[in-house]
């Protein structure tokens, strides 16, 4: 990887930057062919990663396949993939989306693993996940009823059970009743099928025994034998616990940070940070959005962008660029470039606005802040450019791409301090423009 060893290293992760959605899979699908390894490192099936492939059938129409637990670089023929130790598992999720593959005859057997260190995620969690958003009269936090709060809440306050623990059935029934027993004193009791559950996990034990790894012992072996592996980030660093816009957040460090842990490696091996950011911003369920257009170009941008949630269907929030958020997520993830998604969606619009500074009572903040007060007060700065009307989804040259829309980049790039070394236009495979 010499020439590219700025952009792409032994250990590179690609992340969301925004509020996610941001078009990860398709990047992690394109550079899977590079590397051995392919590991998930955080969240849970709140993520739905897409990806269109050719299909063998049908050259008219690309296949299109949505990942939320599995990596998504089971798509490139002999690649590793794991699933690290920061995710929350829902096992039938797993086993649903490895059965998609199978049906579409790509071979799985052999080549997925998962942590010993997973926390389980079970049924139990998502009624729970409902329960809390029901129980918000206002402010609910729209979450993707998952079930990733609760199970990131029992890690934390350590009942979490653990893939470890399925490996012995007795201690884990013996846990999982408990649990269950507990949280529905907590929880009020709601209704439960215990030995429906039981018996599932009993039944895919000997499915899920020959995946189980100490994955952060094979990842760094794997590193320390010259293998290279590349880290699907899920979520996106403003849904980060830490940094995003909490409450309004996930329950995982979605930033570069959960990269580390959840996969356990140090930082000193992480050697290349792609953040991926779309050309507007999106995001689904509440909380602030300071670039929202609550319009009719809004309503434009969400219909051509095919902005509709990739787990749960939902119509996303549309709005302008907003380099304050990109710069802060470059700063967040020490990013090392971006890969600046679906330009071709702003393709007709006449012109085309990017928040450049957010001012509160006059003075002009130095970065994103973290008071939602702060930011529901915030004025805005924007600076406006032309749009271009010319279609770009054959262009494979930044030279190629219309003035405007070069210079749409630039101005993007300047705003933020990163090179967009990986430029979208289209939602297939080769539907990508790379610089250097
Ligand atoms: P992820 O969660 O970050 O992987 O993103 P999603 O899959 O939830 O949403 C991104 C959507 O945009 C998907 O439907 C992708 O197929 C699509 N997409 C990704 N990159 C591009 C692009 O450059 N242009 C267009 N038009 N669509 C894209
Ligand atoms: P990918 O990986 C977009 C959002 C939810 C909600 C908040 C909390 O596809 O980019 P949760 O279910 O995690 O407790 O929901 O976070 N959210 C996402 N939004 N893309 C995602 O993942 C998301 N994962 C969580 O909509 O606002
Ligand atoms: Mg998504």
């Known amino acids: 990887m010499s020439t590219e060893a700025k952009i792409l290293a032994n250990l590179t992760a690609v992340l969301g930057t925004q509020w996610g959605d941001e078009g990860k899979g398709k990047l992690i699908d394109i550079l899977a ?57 829902h096992l039938p999720t797993f086993f649903e989306e490895l059965q998609i593959l199978e049906d579409a005859n790509i071979k799985t057997e052999g080549r997925i693993f998962v942590s010993d260190r997973v926390h389980l995620l079970f049924k139990y969690h998502k009624e729970i996940d409902g329960l809390q958003e029901t129980a918000k009269s206002n402010n609910k936090i729209g979450t993707t009823k998952r079930g990733i709060g609760p199970c990131y809440t029992d890690k934390i306050r350590r009942i979490g059970i653990r893939l470890q623990d399925l490996m012995d059935f007795e201690t884990f029934e013996k846990k999982y009743r408990e649990n269950v027993e507990m949280l529905q004193k907590e929880y009020g009791k709601f209704d439960y099928d215990i030995e429906k559950e039981l018996s599932y996990y009993k039944k895919i034990l000997d499915k899920v025994k020959p995946m189980v790894v100490d994955s952060a012992y094979y990842l760094n072996n794997a590193l320390d034998n010259g293998k290279t592996v590349l880290v699907e980030g899920a979520n996106g660093t403003l849904l980060d616990i830490d940094h995003g816009t909490y409450p309004f957040v996930t329950s995982s460090n979605a930033s570069a ?56 269907g939902r119509p996303r929030r549309c709005g302008w660029f907003d380099a304050v958020v990109g710069k802060y ?73 219309p003035a405007n829309a070069q210079a749409y980049v630039k101005k993007i790039e300047e705003l933020i301090g990163c090179r967009a070394n990986f430029i979208g236009v289209g939602i297939e495979r080769g539907d990508m423009i790379f610089r250097d």
């Open 33 to 89: 062919q590079k590397f051995d390894i392919i590991a998930r490192a955080t969240g849970g099936a709140n993520a739905g990663h897409t990806i269109y492939i050719p299909d063998p059938n049908n050259p008219e129409k690309p296949q299109k396949f949505v990942f939320h637990l599995v990596p998504a670089g089971m798509l490139t023929e002999g690649k590793i993939c794991v699933v690290g130790n920061g995710v929350v598992m």
């Open 257 to 312: 940070g959960g990269i580390i842990t959840g996969i356990g490696v140090g930082p000193r091996r992480l050697g290349s940070v792609i953040g991926i950011m779309k050309a507007y911003t999106t995001r689904v369920g509440g909380g602030p959005f300071p670039t929202e257009l609550l319009d009719e170009l809004g309503e434009k941008i969400r219909t051509i962008g095919g902005e509709f949630g990739a787990t749960t």
């Open 329 to 401: 997520s470059v700063m967040i993830n020490t990013l090392t470039s971006i890969n600046l998604t679906k330009l071709d969606v702003l393709t007709g619009l006449p012109f085309l606005k990017i928040a450049t500074a957010y001012k509160y009572k006059g003075e002009k903040l130095n970065s994103f802040p973290s008071s939602l007060e702060i930011l529901e007060n915030i004025e805005i700065e924007y600076i406006e450019m032309p749009g271009w009307t010319e279609d770009l989804s054959k262009v494979r040259k930044f030279e190629d791409l």
